[in-house]
Protein backbone atom coordinates (compact mmCIF):
# COMPACT_ATOMS: atom_id res chain seq x y z
CA UNK A 1 0.00 0.00 0.00
CA UNK A 2 1.26 3.21 -0.87
CA UNK A 3 2.02 6.09 2.09
CA UNK A 4 -0.40 8.23 0.60
CA UNK A 5 -3.27 5.78 0.69
CA UNK A 6 -2.32 4.44 4.68
CA UNK A 7 -2.42 7.82 5.97
CA UNK A 8 -4.75 9.30 3.80
CA UNK A 9 -2.75 12.30 2.73
CA UNK A 10 -2.34 13.35 -1.10
CA UNK A 11 -0.02 15.94 -0.92
CA UNK A 12 3.36 16.24 0.73
CA UNK A 13 6.15 19.41 0.28
CA UNK A 14 8.06 17.66 -1.37
CA UNK A 15 9.85 14.19 -1.47
CA UNK A 16 11.76 14.53 1.56
CA UNK A 17 8.87 14.96 3.39
CA UNK A 18 6.89 12.33 2.23
CA UNK A 19 10.40 9.76 2.68
CA UNK A 20 10.74 10.86 6.10
CA UNK A 21 6.82 10.46 7.22
CA UNK A 22 6.98 6.84 5.30
CA UNK A 23 10.01 6.02 7.04
CA UNK A 24 8.22 6.56 10.69
CA UNK A 25 5.30 4.98 9.75
CA UNK A 26 7.11 1.77 7.83
CA UNK A 27 9.16 1.60 11.07
CA UNK A 28 6.67 1.71 13.71
CA UNK A 29 4.72 -0.77 11.23
CA UNK A 30 7.87 -3.25 11.78
CA UNK A 31 7.96 -2.52 15.26
CA UNK A 32 4.31 -2.96 15.95
CA UNK A 33 4.63 -6.43 13.75
CA UNK A 34 7.28 -7.45 15.89
CA UNK A 35 5.46 -6.38 19.05
CA UNK A 36 2.90 -8.97 18.10
CA UNK A 37 5.00 -12.08 17.05
CA UNK A 38 7.09 -11.52 20.85
CA UNK A 39 3.86 -11.22 22.78
CA UNK A 40 3.39 -14.94 23.23
CA UNK A 41 6.94 -15.11 24.80
CA UNK A 42 6.10 -12.21 27.06
CA UNK A 43 9.21 -9.81 25.60
CA UNK A 44 9.35 -6.27 24.19
CA UNK A 45 11.28 -5.69 20.95
CA UNK A 46 13.96 -3.67 23.29
CA UNK A 47 14.23 -6.91 25.56
CA UNK A 48 14.68 -8.69 21.84
CA UNK A 49 17.35 -6.45 20.54
CA UNK A 50 19.23 -7.06 23.49
CA UNK A 51 19.35 -10.84 23.89
CA UNK A 52 20.33 -10.90 20.11
CA UNK A 53 23.39 -8.45 21.13
CA UNK A 54 23.91 -10.50 24.15
CA UNK A 55 23.44 -13.84 22.14
CA UNK A 56 26.00 -12.33 19.30
CA UNK A 57 28.51 -12.64 22.01
CA UNK A 58 27.79 -15.73 23.31
CA UNK A 59 30.04 -17.18 25.01
CA UNK A 60 31.83 -14.53 25.82
CA UNK A 61 30.30 -12.23 28.50
CA UNK A 62 29.33 -8.35 27.12
CA UNK A 63 29.48 -5.74 29.36
CA UNK A 64 26.23 -2.91 29.95
CA UNK A 65 28.76 -0.36 28.25
CA UNK A 66 28.75 -2.75 24.89
CA UNK A 67 25.34 -3.44 24.54
CA UNK A 68 24.18 0.65 25.24
CA UNK A 69 26.75 1.11 22.43
CA UNK A 70 24.95 -0.86 19.95
CA UNK A 71 21.37 -0.60 20.80
CA UNK A 72 18.60 0.10 17.85
CA UNK A 73 16.43 2.15 20.60
CA UNK A 74 19.46 4.01 22.55
CA UNK A 75 16.41 6.11 24.37
CA UNK A 76 15.95 2.72 26.59
CA UNK A 77 16.75 2.62 30.62
CA UNK A 78 19.56 -0.47 29.98
CA UNK A 79 19.33 -1.15 33.34
CA UNK A 80 15.69 -1.50 33.86
CA UNK A 81 15.76 -4.00 30.19
CA UNK A 82 18.34 -6.15 32.08
CA UNK A 83 16.54 -6.08 35.48
CA UNK A 84 13.18 -7.75 33.90
CA UNK A 85 15.62 -10.27 31.61
CA UNK A 86 17.44 -11.41 34.78
CA UNK A 87 14.10 -11.68 36.58
CA UNK A 88 12.75 -14.05 34.05
CA UNK A 89 15.74 -15.81 34.17
CA UNK A 90 17.06 -15.04 30.26
CA UNK A 91 20.32 -13.53 31.23
CA UNK A 92 22.98 -13.98 34.09
CA UNK A 93 24.98 -10.71 35.33
CA UNK A 94 27.94 -11.57 37.52
CA UNK A 95 31.01 -8.80 38.62
CA UNK A 96 34.05 -9.19 35.50
CA UNK A 97 37.30 -10.90 37.41
CA UNK A 98 39.33 -8.80 35.31
CA UNK A 99 37.82 -5.32 36.26
CA UNK A 100 35.28 -5.31 39.36
CA UNK A 101 33.94 -1.96 38.34
CA UNK A 102 32.75 -3.68 35.58
CA UNK A 103 29.97 -6.05 34.80
CA UNK A 104 30.04 -9.07 32.71
CA UNK A 105 26.56 -10.45 31.30
CA UNK A 106 25.85 -13.52 29.75
CA UNK A 107 22.35 -15.64 28.98
CA UNK A 108 21.38 -18.51 30.33
CA UNK A 109 20.34 -21.48 28.90
CA UNK A 110 16.60 -20.33 28.52
CA UNK A 111 17.86 -17.25 27.84
CA UNK A 112 19.18 -18.87 24.70
CA UNK A 113 16.53 -20.89 23.75
CA UNK A 114 14.02 -17.82 23.90
CA UNK A 115 16.36 -16.10 21.85
CA UNK A 116 16.55 -19.13 19.43
CA UNK A 117 12.88 -19.55 19.29
CA UNK A 118 11.78 -15.78 19.11
CA UNK A 119 14.51 -15.60 15.92
CA UNK A 120 12.76 -18.59 14.48
CA UNK A 121 8.83 -17.12 14.93
CA UNK A 122 10.19 -14.08 13.04
CA UNK A 123 10.68 -16.05 9.59
CA UNK A 124 7.41 -15.99 8.30
CA UNK A 125 7.66 -12.01 8.65
CA UNK A 126 11.00 -11.73 7.00
CA UNK A 127 9.39 -14.45 4.89
CA UNK A 128 6.87 -12.12 3.76
CA UNK A 129 9.15 -8.99 3.43
CA UNK A 130 11.08 -11.24 0.62
CA UNK A 131 7.67 -12.15 -1.28
CA UNK A 132 7.68 -8.56 -1.40
CA UNK A 133 10.82 -6.96 -2.39
CA UNK A 134 14.18 -8.87 -4.02
CA UNK A 135 16.80 -9.39 -2.45
CA UNK A 136 18.62 -6.35 -4.63
CA UNK A 137 15.99 -3.70 -3.98
CA UNK A 138 16.51 -4.95 0.46
CA UNK A 139 20.19 -4.05 -0.39
CA UNK A 140 19.92 -0.71 -2.24
CA UNK A 141 17.01 0.09 0.76
CA UNK A 142 19.51 -0.98 3.13
CA UNK A 143 22.19 1.76 1.26
CA UNK A 144 20.10 4.29 1.26
CA UNK A 145 19.12 4.25 4.35
CA UNK A 146 22.75 4.44 5.69
CA UNK A 147 22.93 7.53 3.11
CA UNK A 148 20.14 9.04 4.71
CA UNK A 149 22.18 8.94 7.93
CA UNK A 150 25.29 10.65 6.62
Not at 32 to 55: A, G, M, W
Not at 98 to 123: A, F, H, W
Request: hydrophobic share 35%; aromatic share 4%; charged share 35%.
Amino acid sequence: MKIEEAIKQRRFTDHYQKAIINLLYTGNWVRDEQILLLKQYDILPQHFNVLRIIKGRHPEPISPGEIKEVLIDQSNDLTRLLDKLERKGLIKRRLCPVNRRKMDITLSMKGIKLTDDTTQSMEPFVKGLKGRITDKEAEMLSKLLDKMRG
